[in-house]
């Protein structure tokens, strides 16, 4: 009888992993080639949870193991007109719930203000922790900007 709870619950777990969705949506015109650089802005920066530094530090890390090199929002004014035209502003957001953590990262035209990337990453909760489901959410977040930004 055990047997049988330890290989339902293998499966059902299975399946509520199966339904959590990571993607990345890509604007149908968009030529990603030409974008060398990305800055990540977050007006709260500098007022965020120390709790919550962690995870901002996972993110940056993530775009960075991407090709796109990180400036700093404070020196956009710096690079040449011609480096800005490769430049992507990058925002996020985390969302938590008993069901599922999902992180999603966007990244936007510098110049035109048009968004043309959108990587999400989702965690489905398995009741460890909510810390546990977040670095989840953010290594299959990292997985899909990677993908969509290859070095």
Do not use: W
Request: charged share 20%; with cysteine.
């Amino acid at each position: 009888m055990n047997k049988i709870i330890i290989t339902f619950c293998f499966f059902a777990s299975m399946l509520m992993l199966s339904c959590t969705t990571s993607k990345s949506v890509v604007s149908q015109n968009a030529d990603l080639s030409k974008y060398e650089y990305a800055s990540i802005i977050d007006n709260d920066t500098y007022h965020i949870p120390p709790q919550l530094m962690e995870y901002e530090i996972q993110l940056f890390d993530a775009v960075e193991e991407s090709c796109l090199k990180l400036v700093n929002d404070m020196r956009i004014q710096e690079l040449s007109p011609a480096q800005q035209s490769k430049l992507l502003i990058v925002k996020y957001g985390v969302d938590v719930s008993d069901e599922e953590s999902v992180v999603t990262v966007n990244f936007i035209d510098y110049q035109t203000g048009r968004p043309l990337v959108s990587c999400r990453g989702a965690f489905t909760s398995l009741g460890f922790s909510v810390p546990a489901d977040i670095r989840g959410a953010i290594k299959r977040v990292a997985k899909q900007i990677a993908e969509t930004f290859p070095k």
